[in-house]
């Protein structure tokens, strides 16, 4: 005997972490089969990792270039990744109307960003192994702990995400591009990436010394080439920038 009302729908929103994991998976296909995107964030890195270790173009101090360039090129590829390529796909998702049409969905702001965080973090797991593979066959010996690695890479993500998104979400596509792009350039150049902080005016590097991508450069070498243990300082000051960010992208974000 059937109980009345088996097959009665039951319309309403699917539960919520159900709902971030979908946008999540379908963040993460749309960002890896984005050419553009690929040539961002894996490419770049990898030809800056080869090029910088092979040639000896910039004085990167005492040892192998590749044992200071490696977690230089790590927090390049999470910056990549966590800014620049997720600012400017979002800028042009809002200037299309598809996060107009998903603000009319149940989907909250805070899960549409939590989501596009993890397929963030997805990528990345990517670029770290082949960046990694690529650096031991250059000559990488990285020491130190891996859980403080794993932390930075974390907070680092955290606060590159909430940036990027604050950029997409207030700024015009056209002008998020520029803005994204310049960054990126400038920080590559500043940021202690490729070449060492201690290299620019004491004024300067106080201040450079501050920028999230410093910090988590920083942070990385400190751990993975001299051994150091829990950089608390890097972590402290990419945290801030997590906060401040996600904050403010929460905050601010427009859907259209």
């Not at 890896?32 to 000896?56: H, Y």
């Not at 939590?114 to 990517?126: D, F, H, N, Q, Y």
Request: glycine residues 10%; hydrophobic residues 55%.
């Amino acid at each position: 005997m059937t109980t009345t009302g088996t097959f009665t729908p039951r319309p309403g929103a699917a539960p919520l972490s159900r709902m971030i994991r979908a946008q999540a998976a379908l963040e993460t296909r749309m960002l890896l089969r984005n050419g553009e995107q690929l040539l961002l964030t894996v490419i770049i890195p990898t030809l800056l990792l080869v090029l910088f270790s092979t040639v000896d173009v910039v004085d990167t101090g005492d040892g192998e270039a590749v044992d200071f360039l490696a977690p230089g090129v790590l927090a390049l590829a999470v910056m990549s990744t966590a800014f620049t390529g997720q600012a400017i796909a979002t800028g042009f998702e809002r200037r299309y109307g598809v996060l107009k049409r998903l603000g009319a969905s149940p989907l909250p702001r805070w899960a549409l960003m939590t989501a596009k965080t993890a397929s963030v973090l997805v990528t990345e797991v990517l670029q770290v192994v082949l960046l990694t593979v690529i650096a031991f066959a250059l000559g990488w010996s990285p020491h130190g702990n891996p859980f403080a690695v794993l932390l930075l890479l974390v907070l680092g993500t955290a606060a590159f995400s909430g940036l990027g998104l604050l950029m997409a979400g207030t700024l015009k596509a056209e002008a998020t591009l520029a803005a994204a792009n310049l960054v990126f350039l400038l920080l590559l150049v500043a940021g202690g990436v490729i070449v060492p902080l201690d290299r620019f005016p004491d004024a300067a590097r106080a201040v450079l010394e501050l920028l999230p991508i410093s910090a988590l450069s920083d942070g990385l070498r400190d751990v993975l080439r001299d051994g150091a243990g829990m950089p608390w300082r890097d972590l402290g000051i990419l945290a801030v920038w997590a906060v401040l960010g996600l904050g403010a992208a929460g905050r601010f974000f427009r859907w259209e």
